[in-house]
């Protein structure tokens, strides 16, 4: 009976070591179960700080944005009046540090955003006559020391150039 006692304690220790196995893969899966929810739920963190970090970029772009919007309509309507008194496109680029396109394109965004006297409401009373005087006559290029240019001051560039 030996081999019989025999049989039944190796079958016995099988049992135990198969057992010990499964045990140990069913806790190996908890352990996987619970660090893939924290995988997943770190992933779900940084998708979320990727849109807050999107939504602040996005509005602070827009600020900056009107910042500058702000500062070329300041900067147009500065270099308009300094032309409106007579100096020329290429004075206004020395002076300013500004190239003559760039001077050209702030004083288009100014006139082409700056209300319009002749836009007044039915009973004439317009805002920009409430609020600013009438503008003082254009001297001619004659008059202001410069040969032929046409009114605007584009020393004959056409509409493409000045759109620059």
Known sequence: MATTDKKVSARELARKKV???REAQRQRDKDNETDLATVIQAGDTVAAAEAVRDKAILAARSKCDDKIAGAHARMGAALTAIRDRGETIAALAELSDLTDGEVRRLIKLHTDTAPNPARSDSSGEGA??????????QPSAAEAGEPDTPPGGDHGQGPAALAS
């Open 19 to 21: 057992a010990a196995q």
């Open 128 to 137: 920009a006559e409430a609020s600013e005087p009438p503008a003082a006559p």
